[in-house]
C-alpha cells in the first residue's frame, strides 16, 4: 500500500517560512508516511483530523482520506 502526501496552501506556506535544512528534515519524516501511513496518535477536531509531532521536531496537522489513500498536510510548526 502506498499514501500520497499532498501539502494543502496553508501548510505549504508554513513548510516555506523554513530553512533549506529543515524542510528537508521535514520531507524525510514525511517520505516516511508514503510507505507506513500517517501515525494518527493525537485526534483533532473532529474525524479524521490529527496534530502530531515528527521526529525533526514539528508538529504537522493533517487530514486522512483512507478511501482514496492520502494525507493532507494542513499546517507545520516548531513542536
Do not use: C, H
Request: glycine share 6%; net charge negative; charged share 25%.
Amino acid at each position: 500500500m502506498s499514501w500520497r502526501v499532498v501539502t494543502t496552501p496553508a501548510g505549504w506556506s508554513d513548510v516555506e517560512r523554513f530553512g533549506n535544512e529543515e524542510q528537508f528534515a521535514i520531507s524525510n519524516d514525511l517520505m516516511a508516511w508514503v510507505d507506513a501511513g500517517p501515525p494518527r496518535r493525537t485526534l483533532r477536531l473532529g474525524a479524521n483530523v490529527f496534530e502530531d509531532d515528527i521526529p525533526a521536531g514539528y508538529r504537522i496537522t493533517y487530514f486522512v482520506n483512507d478511501a482514496e489513500q492520502y494525507v493532507a498536510i494542513v499546517r507545520v510548526r516548531k513542536a
